[in-house]
T-cell receptor
Framework: KQEVTQIPAALSVPEGENLVLNCSFT??????LQWFRQDPGKGLTSLLL?????REQTSGRLNASLDKSSGRSTLYIAASQPGDSATYLC???????????FGSGTRLQVQP | SAVISQKPSRDICQRGTSLTIQCQVD?????MFWYRQQPGQSLTLIAT?????????ESGFVIDKFPISRPNLTFSTLTVSNMSPEDSSIYLC????????????FGPGTRLTVL
């Protein structure tokens, strides 16, 4: 059974810092990995999707990497802003089962 | 991308009653899923909603408690039956769109409180 772990559970940084969120998964036979953002009381916003054959994806100040063999992904946020404050969720799917298995999330607070 | 709406956005219900949540997508989609997010927790898959056939439920979730319908490629409902306070959660619908490069999109969620 796939298990997804995210470290740290919570993170508070001053504005402008670069930061890294970590995600690990136990079964490397994934189809893809997706990073989401969830604001309090809101649904999920997809940030980046990495196919199992890819190593990284970039969107603006966000960069996600994937090391499938070691079961790890990182989300790098450059020059953090208070508007980045949210919970970040990592989720994986596998071939033949496209539903997502989620990690417990990292709650990020960026201090102005 | 796919735009997903859910109704109701929130509700407060009495123990023992049932609530049906609707999920509407603005385009035809291949896969539809229902997730639950309990307070302070991450998301857990309830079931995959299959068009024209019975939903596929995850371990710990049963059809009698969470009946699901998917009559076409853009609509699904989830019913939470015989509710108890433990059912208080956010219920989210998600889809994998045709030609969406496998990205899954989520609805805004339905916040359910059971008294």
């Amino acid at each position: 059974k796939q298990e997804v772990t995210q470290i740290p559970a919570a993170l508070s940084v001053p504005e402008g810092e670069n930061l890294v969120l970590n995600c690990s998964f136990t079964d490397s036979a994934i189809y893809n990995l997706q990073w989401f953002r969830q604001d309090p009381g809101k649904g999920l916003t997809s940030l980046l999707l990495i196919q199992s054959s890819q190593r990284e994806q970039t969107s603006g100040r966000l960069n996600a990497s994937l090391d499938k063999s070691s079961g790890r992904s990182t989300l790098y946020i450059a020059a953090s802003q208070p508007g980045d404050s949210a919970t970040y969720l990592c989720a994986v799917s596998r071939t033949g089962r496209r539903a997502l298995t989620f990690g417990s999330g990292t709650r990020l607070q960026v201090q102005p | 991308s796919a735009v997903i709406s859910q109704k109701p956005s929130r509700d407060i219900c009495q123990r023992g009653t049932s609530l049906t949540i609707q999920c509407q997508v603005d385009s035809q989609v291949t896969m539809m899923f229902w997730y639950r997010q309990q307070p302070g927790q991450s998301l857990t898959l309830i079931a995959t909603a299959n068009q024209g056939s019975e939903a596929t439920y995850e371990s710990g979730f049963v059809i009698d408690k969470f009946p699901i319908s998917r009559p076409n490629l853009t609509f699904s409902t989830l019913t939470v039956s015989n509710m108890s306070p433990e059912d208080s959660s956010i219920y989210l619908c998600s889809v994998e769109a045709v030609g969406g490069a496998d990205t899954q999109y989520f609805g805004p969620g339905t916040r359910l409180t059971v008294l």
